[in-house]
């Protein structure tokens, strides 16, 4: 069964700090990994994918996430970040070998990140 | 480009009242997802269209949801009769045709938040 874990509720960090979102996932096959942000009373905005290729991926607003498959994890990150960063994220994951109705995006609960000044 | 567009944004009703919501996916996405996401969750699909047709709706409970996407572009997604559970944050989002073996990104509309009373 797929499945995805953000084992972070919250995570606190200090504007200018580097901030780290963990994400672990378990699927059968190869993934797609993904990560969306959401700011307040907004929609889901896509940051990042992860398909084939290089491990490291970078995406919008400076962010990034390195894929380990060994380790199963896709965190998510940013070397220096702003307030206006503060949000609520969220990892998703697909199995590459999935059809019909397994061929759905499986969420994570999402971790909220308070970026202090 | 515009967008995935919802209306209502926000939306008030008693129990046992009728609801619907609309989408209008980005033009040219013949995939179109509804999602329902409560606080502090991540969200849940309740149904995916591949163009005009239902491909999973495994999760929309049939008893009181309904879906269409007659012309496979708008879609509109009706409760009748809500209940206080139903209170929640109902997304839609859309995603272009993929090649074989490429995965979709999704991208989401605001969302619509229902009360119900």
């Known amino acids: 069964a797929q499945s995805v874990a953000q084992p972070e509720d919250q995570v606190n960090v200090a504007e200018g700090n580097p901030l780290t979102v963990k994400c672990t996932y378990s699927?059968?096959?190869?993934?797609?990994l993904f990560w969306y942000v959401q700011y307040p009373n907004r929609g889901l905005q896509f940051l990042l994918k992860y398909i084939t290729g290089d491990n490291l991926v970078k995406g919008s607003y400076g962010f990034e996430a390195e894929f380990n498959k060994s380790q199963t994890s896709f965190h998510l990150k940013k070397p220096s970040a702003l307030v206006s960063d503060s949000a609520l994220y969220f990892c998703?994951?697909?199995?590459?070998?999935?059809?019909?109705?397994?061929?759905?995006?499986?969420w994570g609960l999402g971790t909220s990140l308070a970026v202090n000044p | 480009e515009a967008g995935v567009v919802q209306s209502p944004r926000y939306k008030i009703i008693e129990k046992k009242q009728p609801v619907a919501f609309w989408c209008n996916p980005i033009?040219?996405?013949?995939?179109l997802y509804w999602y329902r996401q409560n606080l502090g969750q991540g969200p849940e699909l309740l149904i995916r269209?591949?163009?005009?047709?239902?491909?999973?709706d495994s999760q929309l409970p049939k008893d009181r949801f309904s879906a269409e996407r007659l012309k496979g572009v708008d879609s509109t997604l009706k409760i009748q009769p809500a209940e206080l559970g139903d209170s929640a944050v109902y997304l839609c989002?859309?995603?272009?045709?993929?090649?074989?073996?490429?995965?979709?990104?999704?991208?989401f509309g605001p969302g619509t938040r229902l009360t119900v009373l």
């Open positions: 699927v059968s096959g190869n993934p797609y």
């Open positions: 989002a859309s995603s272009p045709p993929t090649l074989a073996g490429v995965t979709d990104t999704q991208y």
């Open positions: 998703a994951v697909r199995d590459s070998n999935a059809d019909g109705n397994n061929r759905k995006l499986i």
């Open positions: 033009s040219g996405h013949n995939t």
């Open positions: 269209y591949e163009n005009e047709e239902a491909v999973d």
